[in-house]
């Protein structure tokens, strides 16, 4: 039986339960690869404080060249995130020879071109199921379920914290301030959770699989990103009225010839579609495959246990497939982007406005002057002299009018707040 | 660039849809797989109807056996369907050292054992995507992405005729055989459609996934199959009453170590889960990994293009793999069977009786007997001495509690009528 020795960098919770399924269930990995996995080494800044898996100590380390200096270890496993040391570790690595397997998304949303032109280079590969929406194999149904389909189009729910979020505001009444103090409390959300809010996690996501559906570079700056903050409770209630529900959406659409558009925004999808069934912390995808046709995958986006079967599987797939797949080694579409001002989308638009006779004329007026028209509109309170919503939904206009229209409104002194969230069919 | 020659064998929907693909994706594949995919013939009984595809004349044969005994052809795809000869065809194929790729799911079914015994014998593969859910590369996913999973549970949606005639008996409120005259018209059904209203076209697929799930070979006289075809309108009604609609279900579940059951039956499921959304022809599986968790996955089971979509997928593998997958050769898993018998359900129960007083107490006691305990009861109608449905929902019970009442109450004089669901969680 082939033996597959393992460097592990970074032997935190991921990297424990890497460990862990290694161990568990190395009978059946055995029986399915006809490989040995063998962690030859662990290397961790901390090598002394408990973990849940046990492990011999003589192969843990605080020095990652004894891992990328040892010729003997075929893969090594990237599991410490952030850019710096991480692209080093790999570039040494596969200049060493090995495959690598991560599951840094800022990584490769950052540096991925030139990481795997290095691969190329040294006929390795780098695989990173883990890095986009953890338990659901979709790289593997990309590259290889989906191998004859051109996608058409890619809408994704690939940030559990935010989705948790906009889950519990919905569920619970909640304002955006107490259900993200939840998702801290449960685990779901980091201290600093702006990563996830902001959208800025799921336009590393969206960037990894435009890359792998385009076969074409995506610069992270040609990624429209907007986030969740500004989401109030009452949006969702107005929202739901309307059949929707708001959900952070990352976009990858192919137009015309060469020309795509990658996005991350909150988005209105409504209640009939099954991304808008998806609650919790779960991540999501629906795509369009030209053969296929439509699909939609489900599932976990993080996790001790769904981000260790995402890299063992990626470990199979080096136990199985021939040594260099030919996909990286070809030069790349060159991609036109479609800017977030090209597009053409329906909004839902709520204003806080004070509540006196014209105000709705003030406001239809600079939308019509604009070729924006609107589909309908709800105001239910009536506090003359005070400050209400306003909500309305337009027809599909042009993002430039809408844009341009809601910079009118804003001037309006009448107008206190608004918010604009793109309506997605 | 290394060249995989083809021998197609049945020239239909499907055999066009694959020429289609391979014609129109030629560079894109080349370039994914670095393999040129080359059809050198296609067998089928007719060769002069004209196609959606142009191809050579003299690639194309009344004979099969230029196929299985041409020497250079690597790769025979099988789209004849049925047992016999598409077996022989097969077998001949292997033992020639063709690998094989075959859309033929009764066959799998059925004599799947021996056919895989043959494949490892002569170390070639049988590959069957398309075989089981069209568009969605679920074997794939089995076999590669959850590579570290153990399936504690798949519940399926793997018919789309039987999904299509429930999802339109509840839009537009027909009775069964309108929503199956519905089907035929729109090229969904067959003239004969009972092999997928009687579920037996499940029975095949969930053979399959079972066997490939559990790692052990699955008998069909093991899985418990019931259809569709008592379902009436009204039952979709009460049961939306309730919040569930009813699916036609294929599941395999793991009890207790090496203990499995795989059963087809219309289930009551509730509006909350994702399969209750799954509508018209559509086919879906939501599964449970022990390591990557809940997992759901959606898409088109049927058509010339998804399907061809999954057969040039399992040609891309046999590219990019190494030639022999070890899991074949691996001795299987013992497995004993959990019979339907030997489960506990709650029920949904709707009979058709003559409204007189004590018709309920009588159809309760019986029940109670029997260990079975109601949950709640609808009797809308009140006709005196007229035939009323009354509607049940019980708790847990028994298996065979449930059906020695069922049958019990069937010997009342007063119940007309009677159909039992399952409910499934």
């Not at 780098?126 to 996608?151: D, M, R, W, Y």
């Not at 890299?311 to 991609?335: C, F, N, R, W, Y």
């Not at 939904?393 to 604009?420: G, S």
């Amino acid at each position: 039986m082939k033996i597959i020795n393992i460097g592990l960098v970074g032997f935190g919770t991921v990297g424990s339960g890497v460990v862990k399924v290694l161990q568990k269930k190395k009978k059946g990995l055995e029986q399915k690869t006809n490989c040995e996995f063998k962690i030859k080494a662990i290397a961790d800044k901390d090598i002394n404080s408990p973990r849940c898996v046990k492990v011999s100590k003589e192969i843990l380390t605080n020095d990652v060249d004894k891992i990328l200096n040892d010729p003997e270890i075929d893969v090594l496993i990237e599991l410490i995130g952030g850019i710096h040391p991480a692209k080093e570790f790999i570039i040494k690595a596969l200049r060493n020879k090995k495959d690598v397997i991560t599951a840094n998304k800022a990584l490769l949303a950052e540096e991925g071109e030139e990481l795997f032109r290095i691969a190329a280079e040294n006929k390795r590969e780098i695989l990173f199921e883990a890095a986009v929406c953890g338990g659901i194999p979709i790289i593997k149904v990309l590259k290889q379920g989906l191998l004859a389909n051109k996608i058409d189009s890619l809408l994704g729910i690939v940030n559990g914290t935010a989705n948790y979020v906009l889950s519990k505001m919905e569920e619970n009444n909640w304002e955006f301030e107490k259900a993200l103090a939840q998702a801290r409390k449960e685990g779901i959300a980091e201290a600093d959770a702006a990563l996830d809010t902001r959208g800025i996690d799921s336009r590393h996501k969206i960037a990894i699989l435009a890359q792998l559906i385009f076969d074409a570079d995506i610069k992270l700056e040609d990624i429209f990103c907007q986030g969740i903050e500004d989401i109030r409770l009452e949006d969702l209630r107005y929202a739901r009225e309307f059949g929707y529900t708001i959900k952070l959406l990352a976009i990858a659409k192919s137009f015309k010839e060469n020309t795509a558009g990658v996005y991350v925004y909150p988005a209105l999808i409504s209640e009939e579609c099954l991304l808008s069934r998806v609650k919790g912390a779960f991540n999501a995808l629906s795509l369009k495959g030209d053969m296929a046709g439509e699909l939609f995958f489900y599932g976990k986006g993080a996790g001790m246990l769904p981000t260790a079967s995402a890299i063992v599987a990626d470990l199979g797939e080096i136990a199985m497939s021939t040594v260099h797949s030919p996909q990286s080694t070809v030069s790349k579409t060159k991609l036109e982007i479609k800017k977030i001002e090209e597009l053409e989308k329906s909004y839902y638009i709520r204003f806080l406005a004070v509540d006196q006779p014209g105000v709705l004329a003030a406001i239809a007026k600079i939308l019509g002057e604009q070729r924006v028209s609107i589909a309908s509109v709800i105001q239910k309170e009536r506090k003359e002299k005070e400050i209400v919503p306003i909500v309305m939904m337009t027809h599909y206009a042009k993002e430039k009018d809408i844009q341009r229209a809601l910079r009118e409104i804003d001037k309006l002194p009448i107008v206190k707040e608004r918010l604009a969230v793109r309506i997605e069919e």
